[in-house]
């Protein structure tokens, strides 16, 4: 009885077995191996040690593929021909560009697709070449050219420094010291010269403007005595008027008086004139004659 149940539990198991194979089997049929993938070419100049087939091929650090094939390229055997085998629907475009990576300190190496826009168009084949990605350099490779290119400079560098400081240059930079010392001596006998100038240019501004405040002054006192000259002026044209009235009305006066006196003047040379004709026929009436006065122009005769 209990072989039986031992028998039972081993067909049961085999059945279970063979029934899972069989479902996997299915399964395997019906999903593995129909994935389709575009292949694309990618040609590199650097080294790809590190690098196997069915090494992983991502996209921005997602498994997208992996490395079909690698060999070298037979028209150009500076370069290493990739054929990369990658997901349909991934997003390889003109401007998708392939690195080589590597995982860590591990040595073991990946490709890296990025650098695709939006906008661009996809990465078709043309004819019945498979399309090529264009690479850039992986970080390993730019810094071992950088690093290159140092050390080239700085050996240029310290060739230069070589010469620079041979026995000869030495001795000129020497010289060219002792010729700065000289000139900076040289220079500040200049500057005390040149210190004595500016005290005497100052001295010679200070004057000036001394006397610009005295001349500023002198101008005041002009303008001021101008103005007296003006008023003096005006005081005496004033006054010409005046003494120019009073002349006319004294040339007045006196043109009066003086008509007056050349009518008296006249009277009195008619008297006289009377007078010595009276004497003339009567010369002793001058003794014994006592006539009145006889009256003058205008007056009454005594009886």
Known sequence: MGSNANYVLVGAFVLLFTAGLLGFAWWLARHGGQEAYDYYQVYMTESVAGLSTDAAVKYRGVDVGSVAEMDLDPDNPEQVRLVLKIKKGTPVKTDTRATLRFYGITGLAFIELKGSSRDAPRLEAEGDRMPVIPTTPSTFTRLDDALSELAQKSG?????????????????????IQDSRDMVRGLRRLAEGLDARLDDLRRLVRKGIEMEEKVTAAFADVSEASLDVERLSESLQETY????????????????????????????????QLTVETLREHPADLLFSRSGVRPGPGEAAEP
């Open 156 to 176: 240029r560098v310290l060739d230069k420094v070589d010469l620079l400081l041979s026995e000869r240059n030495l001795n000129n930079v020497a010289d060219l």
């Open 241 to 272: 008027v005046k003494l120019g009235e009073q002349a006319g009305r004294l040339l007045a006066q006196g043109e009066e008086l003086s008509r007056a006196l050349y009518d008296d003047l006249d009277l009195l040379l008619q008297e006289l």
